[in-house]
């Protein structure tokens, strides 16, 4: 985000949660749920509508315009004035000059709103505890990102997801193996070997999956998504904008049919698992599966992650905390020196031991 000057970046509007005592800007406090004034220090409950609807993927796949990604657009800061620019897929932000919050407004792009979000259950402060408490596990991690972990390098941001709803019926054909033992030869030459038998399977699963999450964007792909899963989606709240102020917000990146595709690759692995545990083979020669999906529902949920990148010797690291659960993720950069130690040690306590053994006489 930078100043502009060009006239032809179209403007859009946006949104701040306004206090109705001082008319300053309210902004989400995620440790007592409410929204808070930063300028005379009032303080409002959030009211919340737990009533989140699945909805049809037809209605889905007929609103799913994409927009081109690297489209800008402007808004003027209420604020302090500056034009500010904003990206398609950005949908809060703050304003680079003064720090106000900024919720662009529905219809100013095209493409889904958001349906539900399940808002930060916790400030940065404990975002940067739980990250910490993470990185002392990391024992070849170096010192000074350790300390880089404070809640000031900590962001807040609302990361979209598609979740897929779907009942399941797949019929399944295939030829699969068992490994098998037998004695062969006779006298000296009497051994065991193993070899396969093959056989034809065929079946029906049926399941229900619920929930599947399909991570939307390249900041947090669907790797950084498993491993600070699940998000608490009992703390799931209709979307509305008072819980992004204050916070980074992003639109999709990938819409809503390259998910669904993902969903049910995703599905197809999990269809085969219930076949392997099903017949319990040890080889696949084939194995077809036909799965139909009915009654698919999806929901575009946002979901809160605190994130910090890292510069380390011209590499870069994230770490990212799910502000639903506090569970961490990411990649530490690792120390020379500290694994220089470690072996040291590590050398030092195989002679230690040693020594030990032979002055205990075990090793006489
Ligand atoms: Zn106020
Ligand atoms: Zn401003």
Redesign the pocket.
Known sequence: MAEITEKDVKSIDTYSVK??????T?VFNPEKQTLY??????EIDVQKDFDVKENDIKEGFAHAEMWDADEQATYRCGNCGAVVVVNRDEQASLCPFCGTSHIVKEGSFKGLKPQVVIPFQFGADRAGEFSKKWARRRLFAPRKFKKSLSPENMHGVYEPCFTFDSNTVSYYEGRVGEHRTRTVGSGDNKRTETYTVYYRIKGTIEHFFDDIFIATNANFAQEKFWKIQPFDTKKSCVYENKYLSGFVADRYQRDIKDCWEDAKKSMDKRIREFIRDRHNYDVVDYINVRTTHNDVKYKYVLVPVYMMNYRYKNKSYDVYVNGSTGKVGGKTPVSPLRIAIAVLLGAAAVVGLALLFLHSGFLD
């Open positions: 206090c109705k005592s001082c008319g300053g309210m004034c930063e300028h005379c220090g009032n």
